[in-house]
């Protein structure tokens, strides 16, 4: 007796069909597995044993075989169980109606309930390009699947349901399809809250426009983490397109809840210093995405810049040039996007005074020099603006004037980025960050003493071609803010500010 039940396997971001086939013929009992299955894969025998008897079904006295095909791509996970268990019976043709044009994903535990697994959306996404019609997912993750237009979702709690459903005893009811909410702002804290930093808080706005990475360098207490912790609030919202890029990510590392399965607010990832360098960039056995990836589309912030491991700050030079994350192992590799925001918070030297305008630095010479150097050349070169955030003051705690809200900032943001939007329409580029080098002369055109000032700057600070590429990129936006199509000398003046603060503490750190 051969049956064939249609799944969907998973490695990385990518799903791949996969077809369970089963034959089931005289000779020793004994049920095996093959096709590359993994550990988990082959332990769904003894789930699926269990599951038959738990839905009073006697598993075949007979040589059972069954074959995940294609046979030379690994099969990993649980995900298989409800295909490997759908294809049992209908070998055996204990099923009414056929499974042609269906697909089946989810883990079986040994009581037959259907669990969640991750990855779903994927998988739902490649169903749809498949042109299968019906999908049936565990029940935890219907609300995750049916985001996806075009395909019929069936949420199953347990075995004995499926199995009612194909004998045309009592059918599971098609999942509605999931409405995306508009995006809200109510739980993101706030610019208002923070007082004074004018200049910090203009230059976050700049950022925020233009999707540039910035760098906060300030002494304790200044406000740099409760800055750059209320970057979420300016940002604008994420397209469906972008949603759907993010959630993908977040689905195969089983971050989405039923409350929320479709990303609908920029990503805002902060790992403690601690991190490794797996945990960071992404890793292990079965590649999972790092941090850099889970904020693809967002922000991932770095607090305490100098006190991470040098050797995992510098797996960032790469994915911050590409905007992906490729890692390689002996079963495959995967790549990741990762087109992020990266802000940087550090102190300018161990006691954190270095620079400070009123309190004086303890720390000697060369323990500055330490403590700076641990942020390499490179990596700095990789941050459009570098931001002092200075002491605050007293007349801007004790003030009751209402500082500027971050719905007012937004405002200005996505102003600035529907300009974007209309400059790089018909491009893959989606913010001024994004400006491939053959495309900067035609995007970001200088006036005549623009153009001057910047041969002037180059010239002066010594810049590198990465430098130069950014400053001309941040001058971009910051002529997008104030609605001009050309950048001019100011725009050009403003965005070679902040590219000043190695001068001064890199270089008067040694």
């Known amino acids: 007796m051969f049956a064939k039940v249609s799944s969907l396997g998973l490695f990385g971001l990518n799903a791949f069909p996969v077809d369970v086939e089963i034959d089931i013929s005289r000779g020793n009992p004994q049920f095996d597995i093959v096709g590359l299955p993994d550990t988990v894969v082959r332990e769904s025998r003894e789930r699926i044993r269990s599951a038959l008897r738990s839905c009073n079904i006697s598993f075949p006295v007979a040589q059972v075989m069954v074959n995940l095909a294609p046979a030379d791509t690994k ?35 040994l009581n037959g309930d259907i669990r969640r697994i991750n990855g779903v959306l994927p998988m ?37 349901q499926l199995i009612a459903h194909f004998r045309g005893e009592e059918n599971i009811p098609i999942y509605p399809h999931y409405n995306i909410p508009e995006t809200a702002y109510d739980e993101v804290l706030d610019f208002s809250d923070v007082r004074g930093q004018q200049s910090a808080k203009k230059a976050l706005e700049i950022a925020a426009a233009g999707g540039h990475n910035a760098l906060l360098i300030g002494s304790p207490g200044s406000g740099k983490s409760m800055l750059a912790k209320r970057m979420p609030s300016i940002l604008p919202p994420l397209t469906f397109e972008e949603s759907l890029e993010t959630t993908k990510i977040h689905s195969i590392s089983g971050l989405l809840s039923d409350d929320m399965p479709i990303i609908t607010k920029r990503p805002f990832r902060s790992p403690h210093h601690t991190i490794s360098s797996a945990g960071l960039a992404g890793g292990g056995t079965i590649p999972h995405p790092g941090e850099v990836s889970l904020a693809h589309n967002g922000v991932l912030f770095l607090d305490e810049l100098a006190e991470f491991d040098r050797k995992t700050l510098e797996i960032l030079r790469q994915p911050l040039e590409d905007r992906k994350v490729t890692i390689a192992r002996a079963s495959g590799t995967v790549t990741y996007p990762c087109t992020i925001m990266l802000i940087g918070a550090m102190n300018p030297c161990p006691c954190g005074y270095f620079g400070h305008p009123k309190r004086k630095c303890i720390c000697p010479p ?27 003051e007293f007349e801007d705690l004790s003030s009751k004037s209402k500082e500027e809200p971050s719905s007012a900032i937004r405002e200005r943001v996505i102003a600035a980025r529907k300009i974007q939007e209309e400059r790089f329409k018909g491009t893959h580029i989606t913010c001024n960050a994004l400006i491939t080098p053959d495309k900067l002369q035609e995007f970001c055109p200088m006036d005549d003493s623009a153009e001057k000032l910047m041969k002037d700057v180059f010239d002066k600070l010594g810049l590198s071609a990465r430098a130069y590429d950014r400053i001309l990129k941040v001058a971009r936006t910051i002529a997008d803010i104030n609605g001009s199509e050309v950048i001019k000398r100011q725009h050009v003046a403003a965005a070679a500010q902040y590219r000043s603060l190695d001068r001064k503490y890199w270089s008067g750190g040694k």
């Not at 209908?90 to 697909?103: H, M, S, V």
């Not at 403590?371 to 002491?391: C, M, N, Q, T, W």
């Open 75 to 109: 099969k990993s996970g649980s995900v298989h169980d409800m295909a490997i268990f759908m294809a049992v019976l209908e070998a055996q043709r204990l099923l009414n109606i056929t499974t042609d044009g269906c697909t089946f994903i989810g883990e079986i535990s």
């Open 124 to 160: 739902v996404m490649l169903a749809r390009e498949l042109g299968i019609k019906s999908v049936f997912v565990p029940y935890d993750n219907a609300s995750e699947a049916s985001v996806i237009d075009g395909v019929e979702i069936y949420g199953v709690k347990n075995a004995s």
């Open 366 to 392: 060369n323990k500055v020099s330490g403590y700076l150097s641990k942020i390499s050349g490179p990596l700095l070169d990789r941050f459009d603006l570098h931001i002092e955030v200075a002491p605050v």
